[in-house]
């Protein structure tokens, strides 16, 4: 007998007053705010109507604006309706329950359960990439931030994509079709752009086409028309 699965009642409800209500993103400045650019590009590449509000970093006014939005006092934000769900992974997750038809991530059972485990992975690890190799679109520093804590999360990436292309992505995005996952990687994208990174071939193309995505290429010409600086993430760029 062919069953299906179906969503509790209480949260169809939820999730049909929410398409209803629409949707505010809260994000960062695009140039910096690696977190934010997660589920804007997810977003807008699955054509998910929202509304931005942008709020300035390092600025006096900062927390108090991000404490209109969400008590954890971090961007991106997602409003929907009467409810607030902060965390970039939160948000995709809450994305893709809500609009399971766009497929957000990848349908088939095996490259949903590692896409699912390389975002978390992205998610929780690499501090040492973020540390010394903060996201700064605008900038242009290849051969900065080398250290070996960071050389080796460069190669652990490296190996997490390879693995994902050559079994899923048949040489397009990592599992195919663009998914979440391509979202959470195009801030490493933009890193090693910034910091001139040398990949192996087919992760250069990659890269090439990570950022002629329409969804990407638009965050980076829209963090590129920013004229605001954040001092604070300015600082944290090595010499």
């Not at 929202?50 to 006092?73: H, N």
């Not at 900065?144 to 190996?159: C, F, L, M």
């Not at 995005?173 to 001139?196: C, H, Q, Y």
Request: net charge negative; proline share 6%.
């Amino acid at each position: 007998m062919q069953t299906t699965t179906q969503l509790d009642p209480t949260l169809s409800q939820t999730l049909d007053a929410a398409k209803r209500a629409g949707l505010t993103l809260v994000i960062g400045n695009k140039n910096y705010s690696s977190w934010s650019m997660r589920p804007w590009v997810a977003m807008v590449a699955f054509a998910i109507p929202f509304t931005e509000v942008r709020i300035l970093l390092d600025q006096p006014d900062t927390q108090l604006k991000i404490a209109d939005y969400s008590a954890a006092g971090r961007v991106p934000v997602l409003v929907a309706g009467d409810m607030t769900i902060w965390d970039s992974l939160a948000i995709c997750e809450y994305l893709a329950e809500l609009f399971p038809d766009k497929a957000l991530w990848p349908r088939d059972v095996a490259a949903r359960a590692m896409a699912r485990s390389v975002v978390a992975e992205m998610h929780s690890g690499f501090a040492d990439l973020r540390n010394c190799m903060p996201m700064n679109i605008r900038a242009s520093l290849p051969g900065k931030g080398r250290t070996p804590q960071s050389q080796a999360d460069i190669g652990r990436i490296s190996e997490i994509w390879e693995e994902c292309l050559s079994r899923f992505g048949h040489h397009q995005f990592l599992f195919g079709e663009f998914s979440i996952a391509d979202a959470f990687f195009a801030p490493v994208v933009m890193r090693f752009k910034t910091f001139g990174v040398a990949l192996a071939p087919a992760l250069q193309a990659y890269c090439d086409r990570m950022q002629a995505h329409p969804a990407v290429a638009r965050w980076v010409k829209e963090s590129l028309e920013e004229t605001e600086i954040a001092s604070a993430h300015e600082d944290e760029m090595p010499d």
